[in-house]
């Protein structure tokens, strides 16, 4: 089970960080994904890091912006996200994919389908 935490409201230009922690169950050997999905549209690939965050990927829209990060010994996934913009509101979830390699493959890393777990969902709205 993941449950996420963090969200809410923040102007444009602000800053909030998401966490995403594992309950009963270890992170290692989990690569991890965040996704988002504004109203009326599909969900879309944020950020995935590898199982020991040692490699990470961005969809173009955050580079810069937003970090991906972890704590494996708290079971713990994050996502930082700075400089924040209207266009990033939307629900953000986190994902977990049970993956030994420790290196993204970014076919596997952006499809959703390819996540075993997935936390409840956080809110983000950011005003302009």
């Known amino acids: 089970q993941l449950v996420q935490s963090g969200g809410g409201l923040v102007q444009a230009g602000g800053s909030l960080r998401l966490s995403c922690a594992a309950s009963?169950?270890?992170?290692?050997?989990?690569?991890m994904g965040w996704f988002r999905q504004a109203p009326g549209k599909e969900r879309e690939f944020v950020a995935a890091d590898s199982w020991s965050g040692g490699s990470t990927y961005y969809v173009d829209s955050v580079k810069g912006r937003f970090t991906i990060s972890r704590d494996n010994a708290k079971n713990t996934e994050y996502l930082q996200m700075n400089n924040l913009k209207a266009e990033d509101t939307a629900d953000y979830y986190c994902?977990?994919?049970?993956?030994?390699?420790?290196?993204?493959?970014?076919?596997?890393?952006?499809?959703?389908?390819?996540?075993?777990?997935w936390g409840q969902g956080t809110q983000v709205t950011v005003s302009s």
């Open positions: 009963g169950r270890t992170l290692t050997k989990y690569a």
């Open positions: 994902a977990a994919d049970f993956f030994e390699e420790d290196t993204i493959v970014v076919d596997r890393a952006v499809d959703g389908d390819e996540y075993d777990y």
